[in-house]
């Protein structure tokens, strides 16, 4: 058997960090895909069991090949829970660094093994790690690493969804959002779970952080132009990690609680206010000029868009324009991640000489979500088809 799971990316249109404390996130899936397609490895059916993970355009091992057994991989996922149980308990700069530490050394290999060992674990196959299947896994992506797209959440959703079906177990929606978040927790400590609904539903949806911890999400109605004037520009890499951005903002609100939570409330208003422009038909520019540019003034009043940054923003809306950091930003550095930008003119974006250091992303807002675009016996094709069958409650 063989199966495959697409999954989009997705990119924050308004809500970063004030969706970590109640606050509604606007959130669009983007026209950018990781797969993972899940085949039955050669081996024994009765030696213990084992996985390769193929990389082909990465150099993880030799040839972009990593092995492991499900015995380490289980050893290695329960690690990697523990020190996240450390971090949820006393969550600070110390207990991050030990949850963080495998990231760095593993590199995607840790998030594979942490989506195995959780999708696994959900299905009670945890304890008998000798009765578990030879599997290869491929992965392939468009999804930039460490810009704001999602594509931890993408390959978390991904192998779980595809792990799930391939061992023909039940893939509802709310399953798969919640294994995939333990998977995003083992790699960012307090992730707000949107990422995963965005990229699993698809579309443009807002999302909102329960106080049990659980995410509430429905789909955003879309009647304006505005996704087609907006344009996704690439500042660089931020230098600090989606975890360790978080963290910094929960330590500036411990210090300053009334000023941080006035940000976020003025974030949330704002996220109201361009809900209402979706579902608006045409533009309002001034409107929407107005709101990207006071959601940046809060992004940056969080300490999340460094000095470079900023510069290139004044120099946006120097032009008539308005621009906004898409996801956790940086602390440090010169790069932020992605840029939205609008101007009531778009065309104009591309002329300004200024940018010619951003990557421009030509991508597609408010795509289908997460799919099985294969899953017969090797070999077959099968039509995509939805993970889940409904739309977001």
């Not at 992965?139 to 978390?156: K, L, M, N, Q």
């Not at 890499?237 to 951005?245: F, K, L, N, S, Y």
């Not at 591309?350 to 675009?373: D, H, I, N, S």
Request: glycine share 14%; net charge negative; aromatic share 4%.
């Amino acid at each position: 058997m063989t199966t495959t799971v697409s999954v989009p990316g997705k990119l924050i249109l308004l809500g970063e960090h004030a969706a970590v404390y109640g606050r509604p996130a606007l959130v669009a899936a983007v026209g950018l895909r990781l797969r993972v397609t899940m085949t039955i490895g050669p081996g024994s059916a009765t030696a213990p069991g084992r996985l390769r993970f193929h990389f082909p355009e990465a150099s993880a091992g030799e040839g972009g090949v990593a092995g492991v057994s499900w015995s380490g991989l289980l050893d290695h996922a329960r690690h990697a829970r523990e020190a996240w149980e450390a971090y949820d308990r006393a969550p600070g700069p110390g207990t991050f660094a030990a949850l963080a530490e495998p990231v760095r050394l593993l590199g995607p290999v840790h998030l594979l093994q942490v989506a195995l060992g959780e999708a696994a674990r959900e299905l009670g196959e945890d304890g008998d790690p000798d009765a578990l299947p030879n599997l290869d896994l491929t992965v392939t992506s468009d999804i930039p690493e460490g810009s704001g797209f999602g594509s931890s959440a993408a390959a978390a959703v991904a192998v779980v969804a595809a792990y799930l079906a391939h061992r023909g177990a039940d893939a509802d929606p709310r399953r798969l959002h919640r294994v995939s978040l333990e998977v995003e927790r083992r790699l960012h400590g307090s992730p707000s779970g949107v990422d995963n609904a965005t990229v699993l539903h698809g579309g443009v949806l807002e999302a909102r952080r329960l106080p049990s911890g659980e995410v509430s999400f429905q789909g955003v109605p879309v009647a304006s132009s505005l996704l087609g004037s907006l344009r996704v520009l690439g500042t660089g890499r931020p230098a600090e990690g989606t975890g360790a951005v978080v963290a910094a903002v929960r330590a500036l609100r411990d210090r300053e609680p009334a000023r941080v939570e006035a940000v976020f409330d003025r974030l949330a208003e704002l996220a109201g206010r361009l809900r209402e422009e979706l579902g608006r038909p045409g533009e309002r520019p001034e409107e929407v000029l107005e709101i990207i540019r006071g959601a940046e003034a809060g992004l940056e009043a969080l300490g999340v868009v460094p000095e470079p940054v900023r510069g290139l923003v004044r120099r946006i809306e120097a032009e008539g324009g308005a621009a906004k950091v898409s996801g956790a930003g940086a602390l440090t550095g010169p790069g932020a991640g992605n840029l939205l930008v609008y101007h009531p003119e778009p065309e104009r974006i591309a002329e300004w000489g200024f940018l010619a250091g951003c990557e421009r992303y030509a991508v597609e807002l408010g795509v289908p979500g997460a799919r099985v675009e294969r899953g017969r016996e090797a070999g077959e094709a099968g039509s995509p088809e939805p993970v889940r069958p409904g739309a977001p409650a």
